[in-house]
């Protein structure tokens, strides 16, 4: 009877590297699959790079002949400042020299300022990385085709000055500075507001909690915030931050009076609330990972159950709780969605002042420049991206730092 | 005896007092006070759940309660513009489903087949070096996901279809990079399921000469299979709740439409849309994002209550 269901010599061969031939083909679909997961993460960085640099074609609106007889890149810093002193309104120039007294300013702002304000550059059209460099030659004609007037240059969107300008209406002159001020003040909220509580009740549920229904109900709750999708924390905090407390959140308690309630103070509280979750369940690994044995030492020469906590448990935890405090940040950093809801700003040129004050944030600005039409904001929106990018994974890298420190203690 | 004489000779002096020392439990204030506030501390998240409940429910509340919405206008009509007086919720239901039906039609094939790479066949000093790659992916904010989505899947599926059939904005290119985005979590959760399964299962399975392919499906897959279960739940309910990919990708407006190459807007798409314009606290248009909102939060609950629950079953199994 066995014969029948076990194939025998030839037949079993047969069958047998049929079986292997099926193995070693589902082998080479499992690892195409995790091919093609890489190719994904290898195109998303590729696609950004692409954009943030490139040839760029751009035209003068008035010619700089029409306000200097020398080239404009050969003046110097007083030449440039009277340049600007005659040919802009005295309105426009005391807003200038408000913001930052023109007197103390570079030369290469002074430059900008002239270009951006005088001679009105007007971009006609930006080509990728790849293109730039497979066809340049096809660039090169097309705009003298098209543009004869134009000028072709090779442009990195992403320069040192891009990180210190404010936001502009012009992508040419736009920078980030006031949407990284903004994302920091935000997290910093965010942080001080979900750190001690998350740590708090991760304490009290490692630490003093017993297995009753409240408990339990209270850890269930955290695992779940933790899924809740982040727009409908957004959605909460416009209905309790902006608008039940708006004079709280807009800071008219404490006299300010030129702002609601869509501030960075409001912003930064929806955040915590979004982060609190992560926070408290990275806290509570970390505590679980502390030796019973330290504990047990600690009651044993008569220490109570706080004294514990405070000088044994936490400070061998804290490592895995900064550890989370940095996911958490970077989880804040990138988030965008809420902040929309709570009303960040897409157009802020002066920096944040304190709390009170409005804000845009570094995501709020690759959502807006993206869903631009014109070329040139993709192209500031991939740069903006980059610092996005460069920031995450600087804050990831230390949490992977200081987990592996961690674990090598015990 | 001797002993027992020795010993009360050199019984320390502290002994007679400790006689006199009160060992009883004694209530410390200060002790009893930073346990309540460490209660507070944990008890706030159930006071978010309810807040968000009871903020979400109010404005919700008033939203059906206003006389121009009924039951057979919200499910029988289909088109959705609450400020003029459409109030037919299929457009952004259907579009929701669509998009999160292609993101798990891209990710669950592949987190799965990435999973059951890395935990059954890949050595472990491969396994490693993937797993942070894996990871990176997992931690790039979605609005990157959403430039990517609209400047690059978008024109690839372009040029693979054409420009007439592919809209600018359209589902299809927001669901396959939605999918890119839930992959690493899928794959995440399903290799810890894979990983938990014993060891002797899979030695049984070589001892009676089967390839470890089979092992793998026959064996390892169907044992893992509650936890593979629960990472398809929670990547469902983080694709249903996804915004700023399809905010940015899938078009915005709603638009009944079953072809995934058109635009239509997600019910997260259309909060982050309204919500970003003027908006007046009261409106029909403000109630309506809330009425959204808590549908979303609904659904998102009760998928992550039930991939909770297979989880914690399955652990039971294991350990």
Do not use: C
Not at chain 2, 224 to 237: C, D, P, R
């Amino acid at each position: 009877m066995n014969q029948n269901h076990y194939p025998q010599n030839d037949s079993f061969r047969r069958t047998l590297s049929g079986r292997y031939r099926l193995a070693n083909l589902w082998q080479g679909l499992f690892f195409t699959a995790l091919v093609i997961a890489i190719l994904s993460l290898v195109a998303l960085l590729y696609n950004v790079v692409d954009g943030a640099f490139g040839y760029v074609a751009y035209e003068y609106k008035h010619a700089p002949s029409e306000f200097s007889a020398k080239p404009l890149d050969q003046l110097s810093k007083s030449e440039l400042l009277e340049l600007l002193k005659t040919n802009l309104s005295s309105g426009a120039f005391k807003k200038l020299d408000n913001e930052k007294p023109m007197e103390k300013r570079f030369k290469s702002d002074l430059y900008s300022l002239v270009l951006e304000r005088l001679i009105q550059i007007d971009t006609k059209q930006t080509w990728s990385l790849t293109d730039s460099i497979l066809h340049a030659k096809d660039i090169k004609a097309e705009v003298s085709q098209k543009y004869p007037k134009a000028k072709l240059e090779f442009r990195s969107w992403l320069t040192p000055v891009f990180l210190t300008t404010p936001m502009s209406s012009k992508a040419e002159f736009a920078g980030v500075r006031t949407a990284i001020l903004g994302s920091l003040w935000m997290v910093g909220i965010a942080i001080l507001f979900a750190l001690p509580i998350g740590t708090g009740a991760a304490i009290y549920l490692q630490e003093y909690a017993d297995k009753n229904f409240i408990n339990r109900v209270i850890q269930t709750n955290i695992n779940n915030l933790a899924g809740v999708p982040s727009i409908v924390y957004g959605m909460l905090g416009l209905a309790i931050f902006v608008r039940t407390f708006e004079g709280f959140t807009s800071g008219s308690m404490f006299g300010v009076t030129d702002s609601n309630g869509r501030t960075i103070l409001s912003a930064g509280l929806t955040m915590g609330i979004l982060v609190l979750p992560l926070i408290i369940i990275n806290a509570q690994e970390a505590i679980k990972a502390v030796p019973d044995s330290l504990r047990q030492a600690a009651f044993g020469v008569g220490a109570t159950r706080w004294q514990t906590v405070w000088h044994h448990v936490l400070p061998n935890a804290l490592p895995g709780i900064l550890t989370g405090s940095i996911l958490a940040v970077s989880r804040a950093i990138g988030e965008t969605a809420p902040l929309i809801v709570v009303g960040a700003s897409t157009f802020i040129s002066v920096d944040p002042s304190g709390p009170f004050s409005k804000f845009t944030a570094l995501p709020i600005q690759i959502y807006q420049w993206t869903t631009r039409a014109q070329s040139e904001f993709h192209s500031i929106a991939a740069a903006a991206i980059i610092v996005l990018l460069i920031l995450l994974l600087t804050l990831n890298a230390t949490a992977v730092l200081l987990r592996n420190r961690v674990q090598r203690k015990y | 005896m001797d002993s027992g004489q020795r010993s009360t000779v050199h019984r320390p002096l502290s002994y007679a007092n400790m006689n006199q020392l009160d060992l009883s439990k004694k209530t410390r204030i200060g002790e009893s006070l930073i346990q309540t506030l460490l209660f507070l501390a944990g008890f706030l998240s159930i006071f978010i759940t309810l807040a968000i409940v009871y903020e979400l429910g109010k404005e919700a509340w008033l939203f059906f309660g206003s006389p121009d919405v009924t039951f057979a206008k919200f499910f029988g009509t289909t088109t959705w513009q609450p400020g003029i007086g459409h109030f037919g919720i299929w457009p952004l239901v259907t579009s929701t489903l669509i998009t999160s039906l292609i993101a798990m039609i891209v990710s669950l094939p592949l987190g799965l087949a990435v999973a059951l790479f890395l935990s059954e066949y890949a050595p472990p000093k491969a396994r490693a070096a993937l797993k942070p790659i894996l990871e990176i992916l997992a931690g790039i904010p979605t609005v990157v996901y959403g430039y990517f989505a609209l400047l690059f899947m978008t024109p690839l599926l372009q040029n693979i279809f054409g420009k007439q059939t592919v809209e600018v904005y359209n589902m299809a290119s927001a669901g396959i990079v939605m999918g890119i985005m839930i992959l690493p979590l899928i794959s995440s959760m399903s290799e810890d399921a894979l990983s938990a399964v014993p060891r002797a299962l899979r030695e049984g399975a070589y001892a009676m000469g089967a390839t470890k392919f089979e092992t793998s499906i026959q064996v390892v897959l169907p044992a893992a299979l509650s936890g593979i279960g629960a990472a398809f739940i929670i990547g469902i309910s983080r694709a249903v709740g996804e915004t700023m990919i399809v905010a940015i990708a899938a078009g915005s407006g709603p638009n009944f439409t079953f072809n995934p190459f058109k635009a239509a807007e997600t019910m997260t798409g259309n909060i982050a849309r309204i919500s970003g314009g003027d908006l007046s606290y009261g409106s029909m248009d403000y109630t309506s994002l809330f009425a959204i909102a808590l549908m979303l939060f609904l659904v998102t609950l009760v998928l992550n209550l039930i991939s909770q629950a297979v989880i914690n079953k399955f652990r039971q199994r294991y350990e």
